[in-house]
């Protein structure tokens, strides 16, 4: 079993940053690809990005790409999601997620977090 737990999010202005953590316990941290997902009020969960194990490589979303960035500290067990420059429909619960690349990118992980709130303002 792996442990995710979500931290960083909050209110910010549109244009603003955050930086979102995950903290991992339970398992070998770097076995794991890790992922970022949000869910806006009345829509569908989607992926943000991805990052392998060693942390060697990263995938967006289309939608975030140039202004999030996903990174990881594997002596911490933690993986981060730098926002920037953020816009109102970014706005969504964020989840943290673990599991194969493969699973993590195609939206199935083996392990989610709680989920935190970003709410940016326009």
């Known amino acids: 079993q792996v442990q995710l737990v979500e931290s960083g999010g909050g209110l910010v202005q549109g244009g603003g940053s955050l930086r979102l953590s995950c903290a991992a316990s339970g398992r070998t941290f770097s076995n794991y690809a890790m992922g970022w997902f949000r869910q806006a009020p009345g829509k569908e969960r989607e992926f943000v990005g991805a990052?392998?194990?060693?942390?060697?490589?990263?995938y967006y979303a289309d939608s975030v790409k140039g202004r999030f960035t996903i990174s990881r500290d594997n002596a911490k067990n933690t993986v981060y999601l730098q926002m920037n420059s953020l816009k109102s429909e970014d706005t969504a619960v964020y989840y943290c997620?673990?599991?194969?690349?493969?699973?993590?990118?195609?939206?199935?992980?083996?392990?989610w977090g709680q989920g935190t709130q970003v709410t940016v303002s326009s």
């Open positions: 997620a673990a599991g194969s690349l493969y699973s993590v990118r195609r939206g199935g992980p083996d392990y």
């Open positions: 990052i392998s194990g060693s942390g060697g490589s990263t």
